[in-house]
């Protein structure tokens, strides 16, 4: 598929809110995007959002009965059509998550695992700082001394086998990624369209970035 001078991010949606805000924030930044409920739209857009809101067994039930995976598999992982994932859309990114004991996609190795409720208070819910641990061109636009704030909801924290795959990170009784990237693929644990200003711009940097740049 030739990459147009605006690219269309389509965003899946799986009945959860979470995919009407995030086109909502994508329609604020001028962005072109498309919602997408069933595999066959992939081929009017240029580059996808999973968006997450709720559990990952349960999102990769729907998923999995609707068939995105085997949809998704060719147009991202072997064409290299640029990926990002929101929230339990980076967890579901790995091979398995703890949560529903969950099979995932399995794009990037490693696991997901909870917060020890001991710790910390289940689920995090607030503003956590982010600092950048890559060069990977999704961050490109990040604060000029690597940090900022973002908005997280969440009670599993993905467990990344390859380090290099973490792109940013920030602590919640314990450090783990808050972002993820390997070429195409991209994921945020916080949620880009409720972080403000910063999350907005890598919203905006996501959909602008040229595949050529990602291989």
């Not at 995976?69 to 980076?90: N, Q, Y």
């Amino acid at each position: 598929m030739s990459y147009r001078d605006r690219p269309i991010a389509g965003v899946i949606d799986y009945r959860s809110g979470n995919s009407q805000s995030v086109v909502h924030a994508l329609d604020a930044l001028g962005v072109p995007s498309r919602l997408m409920t069933a595999p066959h739209e992939l081929d009017s857009v240029d580059r996808v959002v999973l968006p997450g809101v709720g559990s990952a067994g349960t999102t990769m039930e729907y998923l999995t009965k609707a068939g995105w995976p085997e949809a998704l598999h060719p147009r991202v992982v072997e064409d290299g059509m640029p990926f990002l994932g929101i929230c339990v859309g980076l967890q579901i990114l790995f091979e398995s998550s703890a949560e529903q004991d969950a099979t995932c996609l399995g794009w990037l190795p490693g696991t997901v695992r909870p917060f020890d409720r001991q710790q910390v208070r289940v689920p995090q819910i607030g503003w956590n700082q982010v600092r950048r641990v890559s060069d990977h061109p999704f961050l490109a636009g990040f604060p000029e001394d690597g940090e900022g704030y973002f908005y997280f909801v969440n009670s599993y924290y993905a467990v990344p086998e390859d380090p290099s795959d973490t792109c940013a990170v920030t602590e919640y009784g314990l450090p783990f990624p808050a972002a993820v990237a390997r070429g195409n693929i991209m994921a945020t644990q916080f949620h880009c369209e409720k972080s403000g200003p910063l999350g907005l711009d890598l919203l905006s940097r996501f959909a602008k970035l040229p595949q050529e740049e990602l291989c």
